[in-house]
């Protein structure tokens, strides 16, 4: 019998509400929102269909076990449990894969530990006594052993042990999910991919009008918008590009039972649109031409090239391209500058001035002085751009 997969996708924190929202629309009933992650219940196409379509997230894991495990012996008597096919696997399989087909000596792994409020501090001892359960079991079982690959393996297991409780999951992933093929060039300080396309997702743009970011860097911002103006899955030019070079685009792909005609049919699914792509305009500035120059071979990458206009800009002294769309800006302010009530005041006049019409969104680093840009926001999400705290704020620009 086929179990149910505990799936969980991981995000930077200040971003599970928007990643909630898109496993909603994936047709996730029931979402389950933790910190820095969102959980669901589904099948194999359900974990393929996450990665191939979830714009936010950073990988997505698939939970294997999760047991009690207070010291190092339990700790590799629960794993040796699981390989064993015994009774600390919650499930008994995985969407019809059993652990002696996961745990096969064929697959090479790898293990990473966290932990939190455990007795058990060091991470790497922790993944040792892990790796000695799976191949001491592997001996048992098999008569052989799996060989670690710490590079690119087959299975890459994370063990995460929260006070007493250890549980095992199987990153599906592999590369993270920021991956996405288009982006080899990057000048100054340049947004994630996720946390672009949630500045894009938290704006709930109605798709009229144009794009534009008039301070565009890399272009970040604009591929993700574009991409998601034309229902692009993030996942298409990774799948691609892998495909070209003949390597696994996802871990999952290496997986036993992997089904490669379901995923294609997976693939083939309908991602909603806001446009088609002759009514897309994307239009990028920057003062510098090292930043437009990365912008343009990364949207070419992106297939956006044909839809965009780049030009050297001075943001403070030009005008919007257009009536009306969704314009996103990530000010240079590092934590210095975005202290400066200057700064922000500047931004709003901008804002105000220049863009009226448009729909605006903002993304900057700690924001304590962002009440100078003198627009109500009509949304603010706290985030992590890397370890900084950051805020998104949409605005409507009347
Ligand atoms: C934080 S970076 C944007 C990074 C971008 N979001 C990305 O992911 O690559 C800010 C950009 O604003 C540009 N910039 C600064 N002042 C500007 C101005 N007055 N007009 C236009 N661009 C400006 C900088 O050259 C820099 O490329």
Redesign the pocket.
């Known amino acids: 019998m086929k179990s149910p997969l505990s799936l969980v996708a991981t995000c930077s924190l200040g971003l599970e509400e928007v990643l909630a929202a898109e496993l909603a629309a994936l047709g996730v009933e029931a979402p389950a929102v933790e910190r820095g992650a969102v959980g669901w219940q589904g099948d194999w196409a359900s974990c393929w269909r996450g990665n191939w379509r979830l714009r936010t997230a950073n990988r997505v894991l698939l939970e294997l076990a999760s047991w009690q495990a207070s010291g190092g012996d339990s700790l590799a008597a629960g794993v040796e449990r699981l390989v064993e096919g015994g009774d600390s696997s919650a499930t008994g399989d995985w969407g019809g894969v059993t652990p002696h087909q996961l745990f096969d000596p064929g697959y090479t792994f790898s293990i990473r530990a966290t932990i939190s409020g455990s007795q058990m501090r060091d991470s790497r001892w922790v993944a040792l006594k892990v790796k000695d359960g799976i191949v001491d079991a592997q001996r048992r079982i098999y008569g052989r052993r799996a060989s670690i690959d710490r590079e690119l393996p087959d299975l890459p297991l994370r063990i995460r042990l929260v006070r007493k409780r250890a549980t095992l999951l199987l990153d599906t992933s592999g590369l993270p999910l920021d991956r996405r093929g288009y982006r080899l060039q990057?000048?100054?300080?340049?947004?994630r991919e996720q946390l672009?396309a949630a500045c894009v997702l938290a704006a709930d743009w109605d798709g009229k009008g144009a794009i534009a970011?008039?301070?565009?860097?890399?272009?970040?911002?604009l591929a993700e918008a574009g991409w998601i103006a034309l229902g692009k899955a993030p996942g298409a030019l990774r799948w691609r590009l892998a495909r070209e070079s003949g390597e696994r685009a996802w871990a999952f792909e290496g997986f036993p039972g992997f089904d490669a005609r379901r995923f294609a049919a997976v693939r083939a699914e309908a991602i909603p649109a806001l446009m088609k792509r002759e009514e897309l305009k994307i239009f990028g500035?920057?003062?510098?031409s090292a930043?437009l120059n990365?912008?343009e071979s990364n949207l070419r990458r992106a297939g956006l090239m044909g839809q965009a206009r780049l030009r050297q800009?001075?943001?403070?002294t030009?005008d919007a391209p257009c009536e009306r769309g969704l314009v996103m800006i990530?000010?240079?302010y590092g934590e210095r500058l975005a202290m400066d009530p200057d700064h922000w005041k500047r931004l709003g006049d901008l804002l105000k001035q220049r863009w009226q019409g448009w729909r605006a969104v903002v993304?900057a680093g700690d924001i304590g002085k962002g009440k100078f840009i003198g627009l109500r926001p009509r949304r603010r999400m706290p985030v992590k751009n890397g370890p900084l705290d950051a805020r998104i704020l949409v605005f409507d620009l009347f």
């Open positions: 990057m000048v100054g300080a340049p947004l672009a970011d008039p301070m565009c860097g890399s272009g970040t911002l500035g920057d003062l510098e930043a990365a912008a800009i001075d943001a403070h030009t990530n000010p240079p993304v």
